[in-house]
């Protein structure tokens, strides 16, 4: 594989090709990745969406995007994502559209549709070994209708449908790990504040084919409860302190792009975000505190 | 031109390889199956041009029909039944679109319980959707209407997707003569699909699907969906000249037998209209003036033709092979509401339901509902609409119930 043109913070572009002034809420920390994401895949992109937050990007009759999109639904964004590609291949084969005309063909969904209702649709893509971009913003719940608990919500995660006191009882699904058990051409997990090491995950997968998937952990202000200048801040965080891992996929092998060298406590990340401040007042949770602890020293322990 | 013995599911398949189409997207559900088997055969040999695809699903399939055609590709697809309501939500969504293609829909009873033969209640699920709908009685007009729908689906003034319906069963497993026509008569008839601006290409950005936010927006574009449907109403008939003057067979918005001195008639859709037929000739072997009207197009719904056919018509028993509860027959309400709005001396209607799951229509019920619908007539006195069940039928109910109400041991 050749050498990455992204060698520091000076390759990226400054000049964003995602126009601004979209209905996105401010510090949002999925539409961060979508912009650097999408000025490395350039215009030539139709972006096929499924219901949440983005599909605000696109409201008759503007957006922010120079290429091409398609809105669906909320379950059935890759199979969009099929019917263009099949088709855009159909016409190479014909003759009746030149190459110069192709486009890549990239899914944008959050996580109430990736984690659930669109997994069935996303695991049968990559069985059938669709050449495609996947990028799935992980705002870890429901953001769009307001913040209800979703498979990709953190333990104990107050939630607009888990206001008690212990908060969401679940666990956050590994959908890295359902999607690397399909073996797709190539898989990470990125975050818009770690620009440079999205790039040179977004510019590898560009020289494969076949599926290529791609999970940003998204800072949520108004869902996680934090001031919108802090999305920077907490996403870097949130690798620091190990809370979410950065990696990548490719030829059956996982790889730590950016391992913490020493992870500092995930209380750190924690007690920024007012989702998690039931575990810090009127009295420290201590217990729930360790476990999340323990979890996360658990993974690197494996993981290492 | 060549003539050979096809099931319905064959014609299908001929139809959408006479269309030359680009792109098949598919699921497998009985009774559709051997439409989707038959295509990616000729793919595999080589015989058809073009890409199948096996989604994982109806929602999937009819989602990659409606993005495939939205990049400018000739799309067809099928389903049955459950399929086509577990697809439901991307029938509306990709009608929206305004990307034409055909979906070919194998009707077959709906669960629960689950079955598997035919009714109505499947496609007309879906009346609402924006798909055009067209129903056939015969494997030719199975054929036929693939090619039919092609044109009407890309005619400029309607840009709206195609459900063509044929019954499970009665026609998808059985086969009929049907004339296959030569592909360079097809060409000249359905010529390559013009996507114009509903495509993906580089270089040329474009927005589909996007969202609408406010009611007035909104109403727009649902309104013009709406008259784009109607549309079809005015561009079927010089459509269906042109079928005629390359493969000389006419489709009328219906298909109207006996009814010229007609005084009572039948009204019903799909293959069971064939033995309304039946039923028409042995009643004028009897003295009947009685005859019979198949709407072939549903959606746009052909009030008009409809009202003008009944004319002077008397007495209309109409059979529905569905059943919507708490309501009854669904053509019987649509047609009662294309007559009160017109100016017309409306004919009296009696409503029937039968055939659903594939429950057989006989003769002898043809001859009673006749007889019933005079009745009427002559007193003034419509009856309460009918669920057709004989008291043979119910015993034969009474003895399963035995069984499954049997203790144990």
Redesign the interface.
Known sequence: MKETTFKSLKNLSTDHLLASGTAICAGCGGLEAVKIMYDILG??T?F?NSAGCM??L???PF?P?????????M??A???????R??????LN?GR?QP????KVVVLSGDGSSYGMAL??T??AM??NLDFFYLCYDNEGYGNTGHQSSPATPHAARTATNSGPFGYPGYKKDLFAIWTAHKPAYAATIIGSEPLDLARKVEKAMSLKGPKMFIALAPCPTGWHFDPRETVEIGKLAVKTGIWPLKEYLDGKVIHTKPPRRRIPVEEYLKKQGRFAHLFSPQRDTKQLEEIQARIDEYWAEAI | MTRRLLTGNAAAAWGARLAEV??V?AFPITPQTEIIETIAHWMDQGEM???F?T???E???I???????????R?FTATSSQGLLYGM??LY?VAG?RAPFVLMNVSRGLSSPITLEPDHNDILAARDSGFLQIHCATCQEVLDSVLLAFRLAEDDSVRLPVIVNQDGFYLSYTREPVEIPDIEEVRKFLPAFDPENTQ????E?????????GGA?YSYFRYEMHLACLNTLSVFDSIAQDFADHFGRKYGILETYQMDDAEFCFVMAGSFATKAKNAVDLLRDAGWKIGLVRPRLIRPFPADALCRALTGIHGVAVIDQNLSMGKGGILYTELASALYSSNSNSPLLVSYIGGLGGRDITREEFFKMARETRHAVETGKVPLPRLLYTEDELRQMRKLQTIAHAPWG
């Open positions: 215009k030539n139709v096929v599909t605000l696109s409201v008759y957006t995007f120079q290429g091409s999109w398609l809105y669906t639904a379950a059935c890759p199979a969009g994502a099929q019917g263009i099949d088709a855009l291949d159909v016409l014909k559209i110069e005309e192709d486009l069935s649709a695991s049968a069985d059938r | 680009d792109y997207p041009a073009g890409r695809t989604l994982e699903s929602h999937s399939m989602t990659a029909a409606g993005s495939a055609a939205a990049t400018g590709t799309v939500e991307m969504t679109w993906f290409r580089a270089g950005p474009r927005s589909q699907g996007v969202a609408v936010l927006f």
